[in-house]
């Protein structure tokens, strides 16, 4: 299965400021998917990255706050920006290998 | 979205006792599969079960299926201190995993 790479593993960031966290795959995959995990909570689905194409947003994100970069099939950045105490959370990036899912190993993001 | 409920919440267990969690989810499915997280990292993928299939073992996992209530458990036995982390159970649909709200298992030695 792929190896992921994720940068930075945690940050803390001052508030209106923005952040990007990269993925880096060791093999070529069509779709990244990016994960959004609050304090104590689920993991919900950020949007879905395809190379050449714009990244499609779940429901209650917007490309405006979280845009997302796909410039090659092995790379992928997520930008949280104008921070809010609300974005505390774990971002993940994940791609899919056969039937199951590799992750990555998560950026533990504090807003203060 | 989340796929639907797991239970319980929160499990605390004897070191060497068994660990068992449910998860029940709400479309129809091709698959079902279950993930650890430790310390809130990155998830790894434990074991998937096809829904033809109503149960499966890997090592020390055992997992059913009942596609009929729509719910599936995992089995954790002679659990062990490295065992401690979050369980997730997750549902495909256009690629896409949803996954339920998890059970935390903590070990005891």
């Known amino acids: 299965s792929a190896v992921i790479s994720q940068k930075p593993s945690r940050d803390i960031c001052q508030r209106g400021t923005s952040l990007t966290i990269q993925c880096q795959v060791d093999?070529?995959?069509?779709?990244m998917f990016w994960y959004r995990q609050q304090p104590g909570q689920s993991l919900t689905l950020i949007a879905t990255?395809?190379?050449?194409?714009?990244?499609?947003?779940e429901s209650g994100f917007v490309i405006d706050k979280f845009p997302i970069s796909r410039p090659n099939l092995t790379f992928s950045t997520l930008t949280v920006s104008n921070m809010s105490p609300e974005d505390s959370s774990i971002y993940l990036c994940?791609?899919?290998?056969?039937?199951?899912?590799?992750f990555g190993s998560g950026t533990r993001l504090t807003v203060v | 979205s989340q796929q639907g409920e797991e239970d319980p919440q929160a499990l605390s267990i004897q070191e060497g006792e068994n660990a068992t969690m449910n998860c029940s989810y709400k479309?129809?499915?091709?698959?079902l599969q279950w993930y650890r997280q430790n310390s809130g990292r990155g998830l790894v993928h434990l074991i998937l079960?096809?829904?033809?299939?109503r149960e499966k073992h890997s090592g020390r996992l055992r997992v059913t299926l009942d596609t009929s209530k729509k719910s599936s458990s995992l089995l954790i036995t002679a659990s062990r201190a490295a065992d401690t982390a979050s369980y997730f159970c997750?549902?495909?649909?256009?690629?896409?995993?949803?996954f339920g709200a998890g059970t935390t298992v903590t070990v005891r030695a």
């Open positions: 994940s791609v899919e290998g056969g039937e199951s899912y590799t």
């Open positions: 997750a549902t495909v649909s256009d690629y896409k995993l949803s």
């Open positions: 990255a395809n190379q050449g194409s714009e990244a499609t947003y």
């Open positions: 479309t129809s499915i091709n698959n």
């Open positions: 093999s070529q995959v069509t779709m």
């Open positions: 079960i096809r829904s033809n299939e």
